[in-house]
């Protein structure tokens, strides 16, 4: 039986996750595709690239990592220490490298936030240290590795 990934993860017990996240329905993600005979080999430095992009933006170190034709594995060391040292605008610089800044961040910046709950600094901080942008959780743009791939790949194959 699935459980929450809540559940599934424990800073306190481990810092370190094994995480794999496959295709489906035949698609290839490296490689050369017997069926189609199409060469996707290209698409593994992508993947290589974005997975040290995101490690330098968040908390999150890679220690070891496998793309395979069809599926990748990666060996995730989640850094609260660091990220415990980052100031709000630290996490808020880091975030909007990916993301576009919300208006209530954009408040928060300027100083024009009014109530208590604006004050209390970016929800962001929390997902600086989520294994969900290397592991999908809630669907495909939950993991930012698999979406970028996700969108790339399809580019490719409507021009190609």
């Known amino acids: 039986m699935t459980q929450a990934r809540s559940l599934q993860i424990s800073l306190v017990d481990t810092p370190y996750y094994h995480c794999v996240a496959r295709c489906v329905r035949r698609a290839f993600l490296c490689g050369v595709d017997d069926f189609s005979g199409r060469n996707y080999e290209h698409r593994r430095q992508w993947i290589v690239d974005k ?6 933006i968040f908390a999150i170190d890679i220690c070891a990592y496998a793309v395979m034709s069809n599926h990748y594995h990666v060996v995730l060391r989640v850094d609260e220490d660091t990220a415990g040292h980052w100031e709000d605008a630290d996490v808020i610089e880091r975030w909007t490298t990916l993301f576009s800044t919300p208006v209530l961040i954009q408040r928060y910046l300027k100083g024009e ?20 942008i290397y592991y999908p959780n809630k669907g495909v743009k939950s993991c930012l590795l698999i979406f970028t791939i996700f969108r790339i790949s399809t ?3 409507v021009f190609t």
Do not use: M, N, W
Not at 51 to 56: G, P
Not at 113 to 132: K, Y
């Open 51 to 56: 997975l040290k992009r995101l490690s330098s």
């Open 155 to 157: 580019y490719e194959g």
């Open 113 to 132: 936030t009014t109530t208590a709950a604006e004050q209390r600094g970016p929800e962001q901080r929390g997902q600086v240290l989520s294994i969900d």
